[in-house]
Protein backbone atom coordinates (compact mmCIF):
# COMPACT_ATOMS: atom_id res chain seq x y z
CA UNK A 1 0.00 0.00 0.00
CA UNK A 2 1.84 3.33 -0.45
CA UNK A 3 2.59 5.32 2.28
CA UNK A 4 3.25 2.25 4.37
CA UNK A 5 6.77 0.72 1.84
CA UNK A 6 9.03 1.71 4.85
CA UNK A 7 7.22 0.48 8.07
CA UNK A 8 9.43 -2.19 9.49
CA UNK A 9 7.50 -4.70 11.86
CA UNK A 10 8.71 -5.13 15.63
CA UNK A 11 7.89 -7.64 18.16
CA UNK A 12 5.66 -5.87 20.90
CA UNK A 13 8.02 -5.53 24.27
CA UNK A 14 8.25 -8.61 26.36
CA UNK A 15 5.49 -8.67 29.37
CA UNK A 16 6.96 -8.42 32.83
CA UNK A 17 5.09 -10.93 35.17
CA UNK A 18 5.56 -10.88 38.86
CA UNK A 19 4.84 -8.28 41.90
CA UNK A 20 6.33 -4.42 41.24
CA UNK A 21 8.94 -5.32 43.54
CA UNK A 22 9.99 -8.35 41.84
CA UNK A 23 9.46 -6.95 38.30
CA UNK A 24 12.04 -4.02 39.80
CA UNK A 25 14.16 -6.46 41.27
CA UNK A 26 14.95 -8.41 37.67
CA UNK A 27 15.33 -5.00 36.11
CA UNK A 28 17.67 -3.45 38.05
CA UNK A 29 19.97 -6.57 39.39
CA UNK A 30 22.85 -7.08 37.03
CA UNK A 31 23.31 -10.59 35.89
CA UNK A 32 26.74 -12.13 37.45
CA UNK A 33 29.87 -11.84 34.78
CA UNK A 34 30.27 -15.23 33.36
CA UNK A 35 33.85 -16.31 33.49
CA UNK A 36 35.54 -16.09 29.85
CA UNK A 37 35.10 -17.96 26.89
CA UNK A 38 38.42 -19.79 26.40
CA UNK A 39 39.85 -19.75 30.05
CA UNK A 40 38.47 -23.01 31.51
CA UNK A 41 39.07 -23.18 35.57
CA UNK A 42 43.11 -24.18 36.27
CA UNK A 43 41.91 -27.98 37.83
CA UNK A 44 45.19 -30.04 38.66
CA UNK A 45 46.04 -33.60 40.75
CA UNK A 46 46.73 -31.29 43.43
CA UNK A 47 43.94 -29.04 43.75
CA UNK A 48 41.64 -32.25 43.24
CA UNK A 49 43.40 -34.04 46.27
CA UNK A 50 42.96 -30.76 48.13
CA UNK A 51 39.70 -30.93 47.60
CA UNK A 52 38.97 -34.81 48.92
CA UNK A 53 41.19 -33.73 51.78
CA UNK A 54 38.08 -31.18 52.63
CA UNK A 55 35.05 -32.62 51.90
CA UNK A 56 36.94 -35.52 54.04
CA UNK A 57 37.37 -39.15 53.20
CA UNK A 58 33.54 -40.68 54.23
CA UNK A 59 32.46 -37.95 51.61
CA UNK A 60 34.43 -38.31 48.40
CA UNK A 61 32.74 -39.21 45.27
CA UNK A 62 33.47 -37.83 42.02
CA UNK A 63 30.74 -35.73 41.66
CA UNK A 64 31.39 -34.19 45.21
CA UNK A 65 34.70 -33.25 44.23
CA UNK A 66 33.59 -31.97 41.24
CA UNK A 67 30.87 -29.62 42.39
CA UNK A 68 33.44 -28.41 45.35
CA UNK A 69 35.84 -27.32 42.26
CA UNK A 70 33.35 -26.20 39.81
CA UNK A 71 34.84 -28.62 37.27
CA UNK A 72 32.80 -31.41 35.39
CA UNK A 73 33.28 -34.97 36.72
CA UNK A 74 34.93 -35.69 33.03
CA UNK A 75 37.68 -33.17 34.14
CA UNK A 76 38.18 -35.24 37.04
CA UNK A 77 39.19 -38.30 34.88
CA UNK A 78 42.04 -36.49 32.95
CA UNK A 79 44.01 -36.95 36.69
CA UNK A 80 42.38 -39.76 38.72
CA UNK A 81 40.73 -43.10 36.85
CA UNK A 82 37.85 -43.60 39.06
CA UNK A 83 37.11 -43.15 42.93
CA UNK A 84 39.33 -45.63 44.45
CA UNK A 85 42.18 -43.87 43.22
CA UNK A 86 40.95 -40.78 44.56
CA UNK A 87 40.32 -42.35 47.79
CA UNK A 88 43.98 -43.65 47.93
CA UNK A 89 45.49 -40.54 46.95
CA UNK A 90 43.24 -38.29 49.85
CA UNK A 91 44.15 -40.85 51.96
CA UNK A 92 48.17 -41.20 51.61
CA UNK A 93 47.79 -37.41 51.91
CA UNK A 94 46.79 -37.40 55.60
CA UNK A 95 48.42 -40.37 56.66
CA UNK A 96 51.56 -38.37 55.13
CA UNK A 97 50.70 -35.70 57.63
CA UNK A 98 50.78 -38.00 60.68
CA UNK A 99 53.87 -38.39 62.27
CA UNK A 100 55.25 -41.56 64.10
CA UNK A 101 57.44 -39.52 66.59
CA UNK A 102 58.20 -42.35 68.95
CA UNK A 103 58.98 -41.40 72.69
CA UNK A 104 62.56 -42.98 73.14
CA UNK A 105 62.36 -42.19 76.60
CA UNK A 106 59.87 -44.49 77.30
CA UNK A 107 60.53 -48.39 77.32
CA UNK A 108 58.82 -50.65 74.43
CA UNK A 109 55.36 -51.26 75.65
CA UNK A 110 55.10 -47.94 76.71
CA UNK A 111 56.69 -46.74 73.71
CA UNK A 112 54.14 -48.64 71.58
CA UNK A 113 51.29 -47.88 73.80
CA UNK A 114 52.05 -43.82 73.54
CA UNK A 115 52.40 -44.42 69.67
CA UNK A 116 48.98 -46.13 69.88
CA UNK A 117 47.31 -43.57 71.52
CA UNK A 118 48.57 -41.23 68.62
CA UNK A 119 47.40 -43.34 65.96
CA UNK A 120 43.84 -43.40 67.73
CA UNK A 121 43.51 -39.96 67.92
CA UNK A 122 44.61 -39.47 64.59
CA UNK A 123 41.64 -41.55 63.26
CA UNK A 124 39.37 -40.49 65.44
CA UNK A 125 40.46 -37.03 63.68
CA UNK A 126 39.66 -38.20 60.11
CA UNK A 127 36.58 -40.13 59.59
CA UNK A 128 36.73 -43.39 57.52
CA UNK A 129 40.57 -43.25 57.85
CA UNK A 130 40.04 -46.32 60.14
CA UNK A 131 38.40 -47.93 57.22
CA UNK A 132 40.87 -47.54 54.87
CA UNK A 133 44.09 -48.57 56.64
CA UNK A 134 42.21 -51.64 57.16
CA UNK A 135 41.42 -52.76 54.13
CA UNK A 136 44.99 -51.14 52.63
CA UNK A 137 47.17 -52.00 55.04
CA UNK A 138 50.09 -52.68 52.52
CA UNK A 139 49.82 -48.91 50.98
CA UNK A 140 52.99 -47.34 50.78
CA UNK A 141 52.47 -44.32 53.30
CA UNK A 142 51.39 -46.65 55.38
CA UNK A 143 54.45 -48.93 54.81
CA UNK A 144 56.47 -46.06 55.70
CA UNK A 145 55.10 -45.26 58.95
CA UNK A 146 55.77 -49.14 59.89
CA UNK A 147 59.51 -49.21 58.78
CA UNK A 148 59.99 -46.35 61.55
CA UNK A 149 58.71 -48.43 64.32
CA UNK A 150 60.17 -51.61 63.52
CA UNK A 151 63.45 -50.20 62.63
CA UNK A 152 63.57 -48.45 66.79
CA UNK A 153 62.21 -51.90 67.96
CA UNK A 154 65.18 -53.50 66.12
CA UNK A 155 67.81 -50.88 67.15
CA UNK A 156 66.50 -51.72 70.97
CA UNK A 157 67.48 -55.08 70.36
CA UNK A 158 64.14 -57.27 69.22
CA UNK A 159 64.47 -59.69 66.13
CA UNK A 160 63.16 -58.28 63.00
CA UNK A 161 60.44 -60.44 62.65
CA UNK A 162 59.50 -59.95 65.79
CA UNK A 163 59.24 -56.18 66.17
CA UNK A 164 57.31 -56.21 62.30
CA UNK A 165 54.47 -58.38 64.32
CA UNK A 166 54.57 -56.11 67.24
CA UNK A 167 54.33 -52.86 65.16
CA UNK A 168 52.07 -54.83 63.02
CA UNK A 169 49.59 -55.61 66.06
CA UNK A 170 49.93 -52.56 67.83
CA UNK A 171 48.23 -50.30 64.92
CA UNK A 172 45.47 -53.52 64.34
CA UNK A 173 44.64 -53.22 68.22
CA UNK A 174 44.28 -49.65 67.90
CA UNK A 175 41.98 -50.16 64.96
CA UNK A 176 39.60 -52.36 66.47
CA UNK A 177 39.77 -50.13 69.61
CA UNK A 178 38.72 -47.14 67.35
CA UNK A 179 36.34 -49.14 65.27
CA UNK A 180 34.21 -49.86 68.62
CA UNK A 181 34.24 -46.73 69.89
CA UNK A 182 32.05 -45.21 66.84
CA UNK A 183 28.82 -44.35 68.04
CA UNK A 184 26.00 -45.80 66.41
CA UNK A 185 23.86 -43.68 64.21
CA UNK A 186 20.63 -42.09 65.47
CA UNK A 187 17.65 -44.37 65.48
CA UNK A 188 20.08 -47.65 64.79
CA UNK A 189 19.11 -50.64 67.53
CA UNK A 190 20.66 -49.80 70.88
CA UNK A 191 20.44 -45.86 70.06
CA UNK A 192 18.15 -45.20 72.99
CA UNK A 193 19.80 -47.09 75.57
CA UNK A 194 23.32 -45.98 74.45
CA UNK A 195 22.27 -42.42 74.82
CA UNK A 196 20.35 -43.06 78.43
CA UNK A 197 23.61 -44.42 79.39
CA UNK A 198 25.85 -41.51 78.21
CA UNK A 199 23.84 -39.30 79.48
CA UNK A 200 24.09 -40.17 82.89
CA UNK A 201 27.62 -40.27 82.33
CA UNK A 202 28.62 -37.26 80.31
CA UNK A 203 31.72 -35.34 81.48
CA UNK A 204 32.03 -31.88 81.77
CA UNK A 205 33.48 -31.42 78.48
CA UNK A 206 30.62 -33.21 76.96
CA UNK A 207 31.87 -36.89 76.15
CA UNK A 208 30.30 -39.77 77.98
CA UNK A 209 33.32 -41.44 80.43
CA UNK A 210 36.02 -40.38 77.69
CA UNK A 211 38.85 -40.59 80.69
CA UNK A 212 37.81 -44.08 81.36
CA UNK A 213 37.83 -45.00 77.65
CA UNK A 214 41.89 -43.59 77.56
CA UNK A 215 42.61 -45.52 80.43
CA UNK A 216 40.89 -48.53 79.33
CA UNK A 217 42.86 -48.25 75.97
CA UNK A 218 46.14 -47.95 77.57
CA UNK A 219 45.84 -50.52 79.99
CA UNK A 220 44.60 -52.98 77.64
CA UNK A 221 47.38 -52.23 74.67
CA UNK A 222 49.90 -52.37 77.34
CA UNK A 223 48.57 -55.93 78.62
CA UNK A 224 48.17 -56.73 75.10
CA UNK A 225 51.98 -55.47 73.95
CA UNK A 226 53.30 -57.91 76.96
CA UNK A 227 51.45 -60.80 76.14
CA UNK A 228 52.86 -60.47 72.42
CA UNK A 229 56.31 -59.94 73.58
CA UNK A 230 56.18 -63.33 75.75
CA UNK A 231 54.76 -65.24 73.32
CA UNK A 232 57.28 -64.45 70.49
CA UNK A 233 60.01 -64.56 73.76
CA UNK A 234 58.68 -68.32 74.09
CA UNK A 235 58.65 -69.19 70.43
CA UNK A 236 55.58 -69.27 69.61
CA UNK A 237 54.04 -67.50 66.31
CA UNK A 238 50.73 -66.26 65.01
CA UNK A 239 49.24 -68.41 62.56
CA UNK A 240 49.03 -65.87 59.59
Given at each position: ????????????????????IE????????????????????????????????????????????RE????????????????????????????????????????????????????????????????????????????????????????????????????????????????????????????????????????????????????????????????????????????
Amino acid sequence: MKGFTNIVWRPPPKRLTGTVIEVATRSTTPEPPSRPAGRPRATNLESIVDAGARLGLNNITLSAVARELEVSVATLYHYVTDRDDLLSRVAGRIIADFDVALDTSLDDTEMLVDYGERVRTFVGAHPGLRDYAVAVMTDDVIEDKHAIVVERLIARGCPADDASIIASETVWFTLSFASAERPLPIGAPGDMLRRRSAAREMTADGLPMQAERDGVFRWALSAYVDGMRAALASGSRPPW
